[in-house]
């Protein structure tokens, strides 16, 4: 089964900057639609960014011109640079398809948590 695996999450004061990554299978992950979600106690998980397999971008207004969602479809690699990091970004945060569930499941997530 295909798996998802994120990293780079961790604790950053506000204003300060991180670097997410998230590995899949390259076979699937380079012809899919992939997207950054993240999820905050007691919220639902939302979609933040997203890139086509071509690398057309679209972000939520939220973190529109902070984040920036790139992608090595050769590696099989996704990142997401997050700057100026406020309170309200701290959440776990995923990496998975747009559509439909090529890769079966979810991954665990990597936290991020913006406190000082």
């Known amino acids: 089964q295909a798996q998802l695996v994120e990293s780079g999450g961790g604790l950053v004061q506000p204003g300060g900057s991180l670097r997410l990554s998230c590995v899949a299978s390259?076979?699937?992950?380079?012809?899919?639609?992939m997207g950054w979600y993240r999820q905050a106690p007691g919220k639902e998980r939302d979609l933040v960014a997203r890139i086509t397999s071509g690398g057309l971008t679209n972000y939520a207004d939220s973190v529109k011109g902070r984040f920036i969602i790139s992608r090595d479809n050769a590696k099989g690699t996704m990142y997401l640079r997050m700057n100026s990091l406020k309170p309200e970004d701290s959440a776990v945060y995923y990496c998975?398809?747009?559509?439909?569930?090529?890769?079966?499941?979810w991954g665990q997530g990597t936290q991020v948590t913006v406190s000082s």
């Open positions: 998975n398809a747009i559509s439909g569930n090529p890769f079966g499941s």
């Open positions: 390259p076979t699937i992950f380079r012809l899919t639609s």
